[in-house]
């Protein structure tokens, strides 16, 4: 796939210098730094249905721990924990339980406001911030930890599991602009667009770009390059154009070439890849059961 761009060379994202490299100058044009976190204590789920904070803890989380589990979900969510578990579409804890997997959700108001009159500005690096937290706090209770996030917070997983390489893999559902769709782009979310309706998100430099993308030194094909030593899945859906699937899907390419992964092109339905994979679906800006399916069967494969 070519969409007549030209893209940043990659600095070699198995060397650690070159890492350093990206890192920083991720930080330094999209998103401002991202705070290394300090460990933190929660309470376990069940205390936090009410809605509860744990003493000692910065916000509630819900943990819900399965015994053997092959691996952890960490997520943020955009619903207080109070009432997560009534959105069995967008968390079917049953079913990701079922499948061997824990999860742990937090809601990313309770972390950071998104309101960009609230807000103290960069809130993707503090949401980012956040997962980084409960991965630390998981360490000694689980192996095998996925960040993962719809939107907004699909942007926030892939910087989490950019910035951290404690954690093992990375899904990103319909992240868009400013996660894994390029900002140099004649389809869907710009970079203006983003950064006028949402200049709290990002480092103010990212607005600077705005109708200048070819002057960023880097593309979002360097953030999925950092994730991709360790295995990434990105969910998009068909009449989701504003999210930009096919320019996810070069990212990605970009992404993958550089871990001498070649990509199979995009197919509406399917889940195309294995360890860096791409789930394509009719539909729209949400997340459904299929996105379910989908991270549950990649997640699978992966452990057989």
Known sequence: MALGFDYPPIPTPSDEEGKLRTRRL?????????P????VSFSDWSDLVGGAKAAGS??????????????????LGFTPIATLLELDQVWPLRRINDAGLSLAVACYNDIEPDDKDLSSGQAISRWAQ????????LA???NNVYALGHSRLGKTALLAAAMDEGFDGAIAIQSGCGGAAPS???????????????????SPRFAAYAGRESELPLDQHWLL?????????????????WANPAGQHEMLELAAAEHGISMPPMQIGHTVGNRL?????????????????????WIECLFD
């Not at 390059?225 to 154009?241: F, G, H, K, Q, T």
């Open 26 to 34: 991720l930080e330094e044009h999209v998103y401002g730094p991202v």
């Open 36 to 39: 290394r976190p300090e460990s």
């Open 140 to 142: 000694p209770r689980s």
């Open 225 to 241: 390059a950092l994730c991709a030593s360790r295995p990434v899945l990105l969910c998009n859906a068909e009449d989701d154009e």
């Open 58 to 75: 910065p916000y509630p989380l819900l943990w819900s721990p399965v015994a053997n589990s092959r691996a952890t979900i960490v997520a």
């Open 184 to 202: 140099r782009t004649a389809a869907g979310e710009t970079v203006g667009d983003i950064t006028r309706v949402f200049p709290h998100w990002f």
């Open 130 to 137: 956040a997962l980084m937290q409960i991965r630390l706090w």
């Open 277 to 297: 994979a791409h789930y394509y679906r009719p539909g729209k800006h949400e997340v459904t059961h299929d996105d379910w399916s989908a991270i549950l069967r």
